[in-house]
């Protein structure tokens, strides 16, 4: 939790997180909760896409979704990033995270930019918005407080089915469980996190979805190392995307041009994605 009258960017560069930050009212959000469960409705039939459509959800939401899109452009959630990279800030990826009610999927104790290939940047962060409740028994976030100061640091993969993670990657480090602050959150409200901040999640032992959007926030200064072209939506400031490909949101969900802008980035970005595996990652979802 964050203390009376200390600042996001405070609490941020104290711990490598921030939360609970409010953005909007839990009616709003379970607004855009219903809008995204539409979606999974009417896309339930396989055939209806070219890829499943969790590969969509987990992987560049915003390439071909709208309400991803508009997520990741609220100015509300804006202002906060501000207060952390500044005033020019670049979407760089959005992904729909859902933990069923009753089970057992997990995320284990990693840092996001391992496998990112844009180095241990300090000019990255994740808002993580809580469309339901994010609490220790729905699997909420945790995090190592002050991790973030490490490097990256070594990860094993295992590939684990119940694992969320694309390659079921694990920090290569004895982490002190006892440490971790567990991030609860109401629905409409979002935590800020680095990216090479130590987080897992539990397993969802409630009777309700988890359901949280992650959206990958960077600055123009952020350079891709590993993939030979990568892409960045412009969100606030001077548009400049660096050394990113500039690319702008669907007009319509799944529209043809979309959809094809999807496999490009997949295609390129699936370069850094699967740095260093002997598996097919190609669908790093």
């Keep these: 939790m964050r203390a009376m009258g200390e600042s996001i960017a405070d609490r941020f560069t104290k711990d490598g997180f921030c939360f609970p930050v409010p953005i909007m009212a839990a009616q709003e959000a379970a607004e855009w909760r219903a809008r995204l469960e539409d979606i999974e409705h009417r896309y339930a039939v396989p055939e209806s896409l070219p890829r499943p459509l969790n590969n969509y959800l987990r992987v560049n939401a915003h390439i071909v979704l709208p309400i991803a899109c508009q997520l990741a452009s609220d100015p509300r959630i804006l202002g906060a990033v501000k207060e952390i990279l500044g005033p020019d800030i670049l979407i760089w990826s959005v992904e729909f995270f859902t933990k069923e009610a009753g089970t057992h999927k997990i995320v284990s104790w990693h840092q996001d930019l391992t496998y990112w290939g844009i180095g241990a940047t300090d000019d990255e962060v994740t808002a993580w918005l809580a469309l339901s409740p994010a609490t220790p028994e729905s699997g909420c976030m945790r995090f190592i407080p002050g991790s973030h100061r490490h490097d990256l640091l070594p990860h094993q993969d295992s590939f684990a089915k119940d694992n969320l993670l694309s ?69 606030l400031g001077s548009g400049d995307t660096g050394s990113f490909t500039p690319i702008t949101g669907p007009k319509a969900e799944f529209d043809a041009a979309s959809i094809a802008l999807y496999e490009k980035v997949l295609a390129d970005q699936s370069a850094a994605m699967s740095q260093g595996s002997d598996q097919d990652l190609s669908l790093y979802s």
Excluded: W
């Design 167 to 235: 390659r079921g990657q694990e920090i290569a480090v004895d982490v002190d469980e006892a440490d971790a602050v567990c991030a609860e959150l109401k629905p409409g409200e979002i935590s800020l996190h680095h990216g090479r901040l130590f987080h897992a999640s539990g397993p969802n032992a409630s009777n309700d979805r988890r359901i949280g959007c992650a959206i990958r926030y960077i600055t123009p200064k952020v350079k891709q190392t590993v993939a030979k072209h990568d892409y960045a939506m412009p969100a």
